[in-house]
């Protein structure tokens, strides 16, 4: 009996923690963030998945979910995109000067059932777990994961029309603006989730370029109860900040928890 | 009565500095490189608060026969992050073609463009060179504006610039 009931903890704890921690840092990593001149100007940016960053020998992040905002907030088409076996690639042209937002936004389910008595596991999107989940499936516990990722390039002078907040899921408010960031100095940004401020998020910051190095190095700060959090970069590189926050606020039908992640590359230029 | 006296007292600061000379000569060094381009280079008076007070010159590639020669600016990072970015290159009495190694002097006086507005103070004449394939350097000189007397003040490069000097006169 008392196995039974110690069992049955088990499988209510395990049903809440969510499927997988992402094993991988995925990321974006853009040619150029700062750039001067008007005539076909263009950067390329890398989208991948890897354990060191930035390095692409792991696998590549589809792309069917890129959405490109322009300084005037409208749509830029990617050009040249191509995935292959361990990166994709795009080119994003910047015809008008300004602040160039690249995300690639990700909307998935995970699940967990059981079926003939064995434990199953299913990720994808929500339009197919009705016809990929047998229907003689028991324990089915659905998970929303919503992820975003970013990178900001600017041509000319940064302005802030394409920073504003989208309102749903992780996201970064930029206080110091995203491509005027240098080493020794603080910038400031605000977490939000759903648009609203997300206080107590811990921050994962870690400086590309971990291949030569041998110690990660990387910081962890945490939101105040603004949602706001500070960091004085040590030094110049391309850095990448990772936040994820679970709740209940799942917006998928059938899904009770959700884990919403943001991760952000940004380049840190010398004083 | 006292807010007429501070006021009067801060149009008294902001008095632009007319009657005053100052002459930077700025040294491009010969160096030898397997890969070697002529910097560029950008000269400007900051103001304590980090802000560009004045901006003085800028040699880049011009007459880039691609029109690339703006792509580059960017890497006078300091100048851009303060002042490149908002501005429209060429830019008339401003710009102007990268040069060879040697002394190379420009000249300013207080009516000129760069300087009738600039407010009496404390600044630093920055010096800020970026080579192609090459590297970056950043020089400053302390000066006070309009000076009071003849001074001549000066800063040495270690890579991408030699000396710097700057001659202020009332």
Same mark, same amino acid.
């Given at each position: ?35 001067? @001149? /008007?005539?076909?100007? %263009? ?34 088409? %990617?050009?040249? %995109? ?20 690249? %995300? ?16 199953? =596991?299913? =990720? ?29 390039? /600017? ?39 759903? @648009? ?23 910081? /962890? ?29 799942? /917006? ?20 | ?28 060094? &010969? ?6 381009? &002529? ?48 501005? &429209? ?17 420009? &000249? ?63």
């Amino acid at each position: 009996m008392k196995s039974i009931i110690r069992t049955a903890v088990v499988l209510a704890l395990s049903a809440v923690v969510p499927v997988a921690a992402h094993a991988h840092k995925a990321w974006l990593l853009p040619s150029s963030t700062v750039l001067s @001149g /008007t005539d076909d100007l %263009a950067v390329t940016i890398d989208a991948a998945a890897s354990n060191d960053l930035f390095y692409f020998d792991h696998r590549p992040l589809q792309l069917d979910s890129l959405v490109v905002t322009a300084p005037d907030g409208s749509k830029v088409a %990617a050009e040249n %995109a191509s995935t292959g076996k361990y990166r994709s690639t795009f080119d994003v042209p910047l015809k008008a000067p300004g602040t160039y937002r690249v %995300a690639l936004v990700m909307d998935n389910l995970f699940a967990t059932y059981k079926d003939g008595g064995k434990e199953k =596991r299913w =990720r994808g999107k929500k339009e197919n777990i009705a016809k990929e989940i047998p229907a003689s499936a028991t324990d089915l516990v659905v998970t929303q994961s919503t992820r975003r990722l970013e990178t900001f390039v /600017t041509a000319g002078a940064p302005d802030e029309a394409a920073l504003k907040p989208i309102g749903a899921g992780l996201e970064l408010e930029p206080v110091t603006h995203p491509n005027d960031l240098v080493e020794k100095s603080e910038a400031e940004f605000k977490l939000l989730l759903d @648009g609203k401020p997300a206080p107590g998020v811990k921050i994962e910051i870690v400086r590309g370029g971990i291949r030569y190095r041998n110690q990660l190095g990387d910081a /962890t700060v945490t939101t105040d109860a603004n949602g706001v959090f500070k960091y004085t970069w040590p030094e110049p590189g391309m850095y990448w900040l990772e936040a994820s926050v679970e709740d209940d606020k799942a /917006t998928v039908e059938g899904a009770k928890q959700r884990r919403a992640g943001y991760a952000v590359t940004l380049e840190v230029l010398p004083e | 009565m006292r807010i007429l006296f501070s006021f009067g007292l801060t149009g008294l600061m902001a008095a632009p500095a007319l009657a005053a000379d100052m002459e930077i000569s700025i040294e491009v060094p &010969k160096l030898d490189v397997a890969e070697y381009h &002529k910097p560029y280079v950008a000269v400007w008076l900051e103001g304590p608060d980090k802000k560009v007070a004045a901006n003085l010159a800028v040699w880049y590639d011009i007459a880039n026969p691609k029109k690339e020669g703006d792509k580059w600016l960017k890497d006078l990072r300091q100048w851009w992050r303060r002042a490149g970015r908002e501005l &429209k290159v060429p830019a008339d009495g401003l710009t102007s073609a990268t040069r060879a190694p040697g002394g190379h002097t420009v &000249k300013f006086d207080g009516t000129s463009a760069a300087l009738k507005d600039l407010s009496a103070g404390q600044y630093e004449l920055v010096v800020e060179a970026a080579r192609e394939v090459g590297g970056r350097e950043v020089l400053r000189i302390p000066l006070q504006w309009p000076p009071k007397e003849g001074t001549a003040l000066s800063a040495k490069g270690e890579h991408e610039l030699g000396s710097v000097a700057v001659n202020v006169k009332p």
